[in-house]
């Protein structure tokens, strides 16, 4: 005998089933793009009536969440906060490497979950100087990012890292790893994603070359797409500007 709970479980399944697939049309027309607020607007605009936190909860049931990175917005901690000046300021272009670094995070959608990518991006010649990747998104992530660049890395003169104004930058840890290596670090104003694009700029590379082709199912496939993935852009990929490689470019520096 179906109990009456059952039947009500049932039923919401069944409406869920019929919503998801109104989602998935909306998020096919807009190519990932709308997160659910935006979907709550076009699903009303077609006359189907769910609540905005119904709807989230079916686009996570479903994977139907956008593919869009969400901005972070600068948070103040208090003490453990450290804010510093925009010294970057656009100006993308450095006369030698390890003059200018850019760094951000961004993630990878898989079936199994998000994987977190923090990478440092040396604007002397647009190569990934260090790159790392976690489930989650920690400060240690972003550390570990530094470390690891600082140990492929001669820094002989005084490097200046850009970032955004997220959480893992602003912290304490942060504030002490920079200073350990004589890093200055320069931020991006708050509301103002162009003072970051040439990190933005290879995460955009990266998903449109290869993660959207490939749309990775688990994190090891992901780790293993952006490993063949980074080794192909620093080694092979021709850029349009300089005509070689960007390693290419750094070896002949």
Request: aromatic share 10%; net charge positive.
């Amino acid at each position: 005998m179906v109990t009456t709970a059952l039947k009500k479980r049932l039923g919401e399944t069944d409406r869920d089933a019929v919503v998801a697939k109104e989602i998935e049309e909306c998020q096919r027309r807009t190519d990932k793009t709308y997160g659910y607020r935006r979907v709550w607007k076009w699903l009303k605009g077609r006359n189907i009536q769910r609540d905005p936190k119904t709807v989230l909860r079916i686009m996570k049931k479903y994977g139907l969440l956008s593919e869009v990175r969400r901005r972070r917005q600068w948070v103040n901690l208090g003490q453990q906060v450290h804010k510093y000046e925009n010294l970057l300021n656009r100006q993308f272009r450095a006369v030698r490497p390890n003059e200018k670094w850019v760094t951000d995070i961004s993630y990878i959608h898989t079936k199994e979950g998000i994987l977190y990518l923090s990478m440092i991006r040396d604007l002397y010649d647009n190569s990934i100087v260090a790159y790392k990747t976690a489930s989650r998104q920690t400060v240690n992530l972003v550390l570990d990012t530094i470390r690891l660049a600082m140990k492929k890395e001669k820094v002989a003169a005084e490097l200046q890292l850009h970032s955004d104004q997220g959480f893992q930058y602003t912290s304490q840890a942060y504030f002490k790893l920079t200073q350990s290596y004589g890093i200055t670090p320069s931020m991006s104003r708050k509301g103002n994603p162009y003072d970051n694009a040439m990190a933005e700029n290879f995460f955009s590379i990266l998903k449109t070359e290869c993660i959207y082709r490939h749309k990775p199912k688990t994190l090891q496939e992901a780790n293993e797409l952006i490993d063949r993935y980074i080794y192909f852009y620093n080694h092979e990929r021709i850029q349009t500007k300089t005509g070689v490689a960007p390693l290419s470019l750094r070896h002949s520096a």
